[in-house]
């Protein structure tokens, strides 16, 4: 009985103790790793307490799970080898069963900002030595491309953040949706535009992935890239639970919003792989059936 009350005293102690370090350290961001640490039952308390949502691929098994059973019925031969074969290939990279597992959060817009900045590298990649390049070639990259890059786990996944690629190879070659100060030296976060170094040079791992936009026509890679770039300006939409906002964009919403908005309403180009939800993370467009890579490296 003693024992227990001791260790009664003690997780309560614990939680107090965590409570109190979120209020003085947000700034600093430790919350985040001491998040993952706790245990899970203490862990569900505190997202329940402070609004973060829990996410994930729950009900797949696979990546051809996410292939929607009544679109792979109707596409013609060509479209659906592709699209499995891109399915096949992220197997390869990383198996679904790794990427399923991985414990993703979505934290409350009051959290995101200290989120944002702090990146829980509890574990050396294999192939990465945290040197924070990349040799990601973007020579075959076209108008619409997604890009997609690891630099440490952060709370919604493997995949920290993501762009779209516009064109050409100077510093107008990208649009991203970013809470820092971006390459212009501009202070205000948001939408702006970003140089391929921006890619290679910030992050340990970047590939970049084209969007299938079956049965529409390529054109809306285009017309996704324009999107974003309409969206020039824009504050950075802390919100991550809602994907749905067009006043304010965050990294993955700016690339998702730019195939969704732009196609037809009878043949929407939805790159969420979970599509119901009210948020799109970045993993969440890797996933996606109707994306595929071009390009990758450490």
């Known amino acids: 009985m003693k024992r227990f009350l001791v260790l009664l005293v003690m997780v309560v102690f614990t939680m107090v103790s965590f409570g109190k370090d979120i209020r003085n350290n947000e700034e600093r961001g430790k919350f985040v790793e001491k998040f993952f640490k706790l245990p899970e039952k203490q862990k569900q308390e505190v997202a329940t307490e402070r609004g973060w949502v829990k996410t994930g691929f729950v009900y797949a098994k696979s990546y051809e799970d996410l292939i929607p059973s009544e679109l792979l019925n109707k596409m013609p031969e060509d479209v659906r080898e592709q699209v499995l074969n891109a399915a096949m290939e992220k197997e390869m990279e990383i198996p679904f069963n790794e990427f399923k597992h991985t414990e993703r959060w979505i ?19 294999k192939f990465s030595d945290g040197d924070g390049v990349n040799s990601c070639d973007f020579s075959s990259a076209r108008k619409g491309d997604v890009l997609l890059v690891h630099d440490g786990f952060v709370a919604w996944g493997w995949h920290c953040h993501a762009g779209i690629f516009y064109g050409g190879t100077g510093v107008y070659a990208t649009i991203e949706s970013n809470a820092n100060q971006n ?7 948001g939408v702006h535009f970003e140089p391929i170094s921006h890619w290679n040079n910030d992050y340990d791992f970047c590939r970049i992935m084209r969007v299938n936009t079956w049965p529409l026509s390529t054109s809306y ?3 996704a890239a324009e999107y974003a770039r309409a ?9 991550w639970l809602w994907k749905w906002a067009t006043d304010k964009f965050y990294c993955s919403q700016l690339v998702w ?24 993370a ?3 467009l890797y996933a996606s059936w109707r994306t595929y890579t071009i390009s990758s490296s450490w």
Do not use: C
């Open 231 to 239: 969206q020039l300006g824009k504050p950075y939409n802390f919100n």
């Open 107 to 125: 934290p409350s817009p009051k959290d995101m900002p200290f989120a944002l900045n702090y990146h829980v590298e509890n574990s050396k990649e």
């Open 282 to 284: 970045p993993d969440e």
């Open 257 to 280: 919003a730019g195939y969704y908005r732009t196609s037809k309403w009878y043949a929407r180009i939805n790159i969420d792989a979970n599509p119901y939800d009210t948020w799109v």
């Open 183 to 189: 390459y212009f030296g501009d202070p205000h976060p």
């Open 221 to 223: 890679r285009a017309k």
